[in-house]
């Protein structure tokens, strides 16, 4: 009877698959052209692929249409590799998890908040500066200026400070796991690709899987990356840096669904499950949601683990429902949305219902009167981000990044506008962004220096870490900031001594002790507190 009933298994999901697809192929539709660039698909179901297809083309130069054998390139997706080595490793009894990186490379730099380990590194707890923008700040032009392993590894061993205590929070750092990487060659006496290659990709029939170190290599059934151009029709878009570990990954959905299997029900190393979704405890006692390159959470009341990528003009997700022994495989070689192509695809699989349109709070009239005290400005102190919140046409919008938001009221002190909800306060407000915890902000009295006091800020500065100096210069009475290579950025006065920097950051000047500004620290979304000195 057992026997006869798992006979039947792959029969019924077959009848219930058949259901899916024209769900399925209808989400994308707007890939499936012989003029676009597109997506492969891979659902698993019970450690088979039971449905796999190409939208769209992998090579536009010669019309040549995506299949569920096209290798794209994987961007973050590399993570769970990366980690998968260094789990090896362990179990191979040549390292710990909790090493401090200073154990294997000695080079690696000692931080006053404490040593970085490898758990740390895994988690994205270390506190290491994110090194994509590391290379940006020191004037590299990405996407043009080829990067290697050596170029990233010469910049962290320059930093003398950290994000954030070591274990303190989780902030995603791409550092942590090219560090990882090279932990695997000196550990290991064999390059990242050598190694994953020989433990993990030929144990498992992965033949088309392994870590690109040299972007000039010819890849054979290679999806092109494409980016759609203003102007109309697409140009190519492809990563041109040689550093593994944090991306460089790959692969087809194909041999990632014999990844799925392995993570499932392993076969190459005996402990290996167990510990590929072990959580991170913070020192607070939280435990973080990133296990080791997969995230849980949760979708339509089911519990999920995945991770995504995105590197040029590569997108990549993967999405697995362990208690439901599914799992959907996007890998796309343009700017879709891989994430959310996966879980309508998985939604479609599983026969759910449209989700139900929430019932919103409704919106109330203010008063003129009413809205103009929150009108002002706003400041997150443990991200040093700047908001602002102005009153134009008797209503409110919130200003932050390169985007304004229109906010409704909900009564005389919440507002929303779309995902973002913003409740004021005696002190300033508290801000909930989709995706992110309820920030505290405060509010600060705007700083409008006159043309004297905004030329003392005017002058040379240099960071040790990035070993780079910047120019603030006044021009027609606005202050600009050039760096090597790239492009000036205008930067604006927010509140004393504080500067912003349209996608550059946050700047805030220290003062000597004659009041004169004799350096500034540099803040964004992935690094804090870049110091640099002011020079003649």
């Known amino acids: 009877m057992r026997l006869r009933r798992f006979a039947l298994l792959p029969l019924v999901w077959a009848i219930s698959a058949s259901g899916a697809e024209p769900k399925v192929d209808a989400l994308f539709a707007a890939y499936d052209k012989p003029d676009s660039p597109g997506c492969a698909l891979g659902v698993v179901k019970q450690g088979a692929l039971v449905y796999k297809r190409g939208y769209g083309m992998a090579d536009l130069h010669h019309d040549i249409p995506i299949t569920a054998n096209s290798v794209f390139h994987v961007a973050s997706l590399s993570k769970q590799f990366t980690a998968a080595a260094i789990v090896l490793l362990a179990i191979d009894g040549k390292l710990t998890l909790d090493d401090p990186v200073k154990k294997h490379l000695p080079e690696f730099p000692e931080f006053a908040a404490g040593p970085v380990t490898l758990r740390h590194l895994i988690h994205h707890t270390s506190g290491l500066r994110d090194q994509w923008m590391l290379l940006i700040l020191s004037g590299w032009r990405l996407g043009e200026d080829v990067v290697r392993d050596e170029d990233?590894?010469?910049?962290?061993?320059?930093?003398?400070?950290?994000?954030?205590?070591?274990?303190?929070?989780?902030?995603?750092?791409?550092?942590?796991?090219?560090?990882?990487?090279?932990?695997?060659?000196?550990?290991?006496?064999?390059?990242?690709?050598?190694?994953?290659?020989?433990?993990?990709?030929?144990?498992?029939?992965?033949?088309?899987?392994?870590?690109?170190?040299?972007?000039?290599?010819?890849?054979?059934?290679?999806?092109?990356?494409?980016?759609?151009?203003?102007?109309?029709?697409?140009?190519?878009?492809?990563?041109?840096?040689?550093?593994?570990?944090?991306?460089?990954?790959?692969?087809?959905?194909?041999?990632?669904?014999?990844?799925?299997?392995?993570?499932?029900?392993?076969?190459?190393?005996?402990?290996?499950?167990?510990?590929?979704?072990?959580?991170?405890?913070?020192?607070?006692?939280?435990?973080?949601?990133?296990?080791?390159?997969?995230?849980?959470?949760?979708?339509?009341?089911?519990?999920?683990?995945?991770?995504?990528?995105?590197?040029?003009?590569?997108?990549?997700?993967?999405?697995?429902?362990?208690?439901?022994?599914?799992?959907?495989?996007?890998?796309?070689?343009?700017?879709?949305?891989?994430?959310?192509?996966?879980?309508?695809?998985?939604?479609?699989?599983?026969?759910?219902?449209?989700?139900?349109?929430?019932?919103?709070?409704?919106?109330?009239?203010?008063?003129?009167?009413q809205l103009a005290p929150h009108a002002g400005l706003y400041w997150n102190p443990k991200d040093e981000e700047i908001y602002r919140v102005a009153l134009r046409d008797g209503q409110l919008q919130l200003h932050f990044g390169p985007d304004d938001h229109k906010l409704e009221a909900l009564d005389g002190s919440t507002f929303r506008s779309g995902g973002i909800e913003m409740r004021f306060n005696n002190s300033g407000a508290l801000l909930k962004l989709p995706g992110r915890r309820a920030e505290r902000l405060e509010k600060k009295e705007e700083f409008q220096p006159d043309a004297k006091a905004l030329a003392s800020f005017a002058g040379n500065y240099y960071s040790p870490e990035l070993d780079v100096t910047y120019r603030l210069v006044v021009k027609d009475g606005k202050m600009q900031l050039d760096r090597p290579k790239l492009r000036t950025h205008s930067v604006e006065p927010t509140f004393a001594d504080a500067f912003y920097a349209r996608f550059l950051g946050f700047l805030r000047f220290e003062r000597d002790r004659t009041g004169r500004p004799a350096a500034l620290r540099l803040t964004s979304e992935r690094f804090r507190h870049i110091r640099f000195e002011r020079r003649p």
């Open 152 to 369: 990233v590894m010469h910049l962290v061993n320059r930093q003398r400070d950290l994000n954030f205590a070591p274990g303190a929070e989780m902030l995603y750092s791409n550092t942590g796991y090219t560090v990882l990487a090279q932990v695997v060659k000196r550990v290991s006496g064999k390059s990242l690709r050598e190694f994953t290659t020989e433990r993990i990709f030929t144990p498992l029939v992965m033949k088309q899987t392994f870590f690109r170190d040299n972007h000039r290599e010819v890849v054979k059934g290679l999806a092109f990356g494409f980016l759609q151009r203003m102007s109309g029709g697409f140009g190519q878009a492809d990563p041109d840096f040689d550093t593994t570990g944090a991306s460089s990954l790959m692969t087809t959905v194909e041999d990632m669904a014999r990844w799925d299997a392995e993570l499932r029900l392993p076969k190459v190393g005996d402990r290996w499950r167990s510990q590929m979704e072990e959580p991170f405890t913070l020192t607070n006692g939280e435990k973080t949601a990133y296990r080791f390159g997969l995230i849980s959470g949760t979708h339509r009341g089911r519990k999920v683990l995945e991770h995504s990528g995105g590197d040029a003009g590569y997108r990549a997700h993967l999405l697995q429902y362990r208690d439901h022994d599914l799992s959907v495989i996007c890998l796309c070689n343009t700017s879709a949305n891989p994430g959310a192509l996966a879980r309508k695809t998985a939604e479609a699989f599983f026969g759910d219902a449209p989700e139900a349109t929430p019932v919103k709070r409704p919106a109330v009239t203010l008063q003129t009167s």
